[in-house]
Nanobody
Framework: QVQLVESGGGLVQPGGSLRLSCAVSGINWRSYSMGWFRQAPGKQRELVATITNLEITNYAASVKGRFTASRDTAKNTLSLQMNSLKPDDTAAYYC???????????WGQGTQVTVSS
């Protein structure tokens, strides 16, 4: 059974940093593409970053150069380092896993990030 559990959200001032983590269980990393998504109130969920099964990363234009996604397969963890945070980054952030062969998708419960002075 695939389980994704996010942590690390909170309140931070503009310009600050946060590191989100996602504890991952029940997957074979070679068969999954992993991602971070976010959803602000009244807006659609949007892609933030992805890491393919071959560890190729891709970022939304709005976060490129500020956010870094990584994975540690030994610790079964997906991370998102967020620097130079802006109020527009305020959202619930979700960890995502997609099986590259079946396209089955799994989501965590989300963690809230609020950027405000």
């Amino acid at each position: 059974q695939v389980q994704l559990v996010e942590s690390g959200g909170g309140l931070v001032q503009p310009g600050g940093s946060l590191r989100l983590s996602c504890a991952v269980s029940g997957i074979n990393w070679r068969s999954y593409s992993m991602g971070w998504f976010r959803q602000a109130p009244g807006k659609q969920r949007e892609l933030v970053a992805t890491i393919t099964n071959l560890e190729i990363t891709n970022y939304a234009a709005s976060v490129k150069g500020r956010f870094t996604a990584s994975r540690d397969t030994a610790k079964n963890t997906l991370s998102l380092q967020m620097n130079s945070l802006k109020p527009d980054d305020t959202a619930a952030y979700y960890c995502n896993a997609e099986n590259i062969y079946t396209q089955s998708m799994y989501w965590g419960q989300g963690t809230q990030v609020t950027v405000s002075s």
